[in-house]
């Protein structure tokens, strides 16, 4: 699945894990799926300079948009656009799962 083919407006981020070892993100999302919101898996692999410039607010963190800025062989460059900033980061290689939380 293409990350660009994912409309995340208005996608709230219930987690993030962040593996440096292995260089490896794994954000937790409610993704709309079939008309109503369902937990997925954002995984990024190859993860280099991942950075946050984000202003305290209250609420949930939301997702607003997605912009792949730079590709290249080697590595892709996104753009999320939060509800308080943006987060930035270069991956070689990224997948949607569909998460299974325990309750």
Same mark, same amino acid.
């Given at each position: 699945m293409n990350l660009a083919d994912f409309n995340l407006q208005n996608t709230q981020l219930l987690a993030l894990i962040e593996e440096p070892e292995q260089e490896k993100l794994t954000l937790t999302v409610l993704l709309l799926s079939d008309g109503k919101p369902a937990p997925h898996l954002l995984v990024f692999e190859g993860v280099h300079g991942y950075q946050i410039s984000e202003k305290r607010v209250t609420g949930p963190l939301t997702l607003l948009s997605l912009k792949i800025t730079e590709e290249s062989p080697t590595r892709t460059h996104l753009h999320l656009e939060t509800?308080?900033?943006?987060r930035e980061l270069y991956y070689? /290689? &990224?997948?949607?799962? /569909? &998460?299974?939380?325990a309750t």
């Open positions: 509800n308080r900033g943006h070689t /290689t &990224a997948q949607i799962q /569909t &998460a299974n939380l």
